[in-house]
């Protein structure tokens, strides 16, 4: 289904929620097809955050609990497997960070990327939904260093911030 195909037939409210979602997919698409390393994970890392923590941005809109149940379901299946997607990529070039053993750098064999994109999914809903009503990207951000600290791209950037900072 192409992302024309996703938001026709719509109207009001709903054709709304449909668009937010197309356009999440269509810009996380383009976005994760061109992570090739732990660095641009942080990249899109930092931009998916600024989009969640924007409350009319289309990324917010999309991860609320509102809209139509199977098409909400059907968003985050479909980001889900673009995430996964990325991560496989990460873990076959040997490009993610900590995800590498130290002694062979050979990609980890216990890391599954489809777990892992799971992961990655809660922390931004459920990080996101904490800190929308804390109006505060902590919890966010906390939740996303768990999830992503297996493709980190390097020990020397540290956590995103402390909760006093």
């Known amino acids: 289904m192409t ?14 929620m449909r668009t937010c979602f197309a356009e999440v997919l269509a810009r996380e698409s383009a976005s994760l097809a061109e ?3 732990g660095v641009m994970l942080a990249n899109w890392r930092r931009r998916v955050v600024k989009e969640l923590m924007t409350p009319r941005s289309p990324y917010a809109l999309a991860l609320r609990q509102s809209g139509d149940v199977p098409e909400r379901a059907d968003l985050l299946d479909r980001w889900r497997e673009l995430i996964a997607e990325t991560l496989e990529r990460l873990l076959k070039s040997g490009a993610a960070g900590n995800a590498l053993c130290s002694s062979a750098q050979t990609p980890r064999a216990d890391i599954d990327a489809q777990k ?32 992503l600290a297996p493709f980190a791209a390097t020990e020397d950037d540290g956590p995103t911030r402390t909760r006093n900072e």
Request: glycine share 10%; aromatic share 6%; charged share 15%.
């Open 116 to 147: 892992a994109a799971v992961l990655i999914l809660a922390a931004l809903h459920g990080g996101s939904t904490l800190s929308q009503i804390a109006r505060d990207p902590w919890p966010l951000n906390a939740a996303l260093d768990f999830a």
């Open 3 to 16: 992302v024309a195909e996703y938001v026709s037939g719509s109207t009001g409210r709903e054709g709304s």
């Open 35 to 37: 992570v090739t390393d």
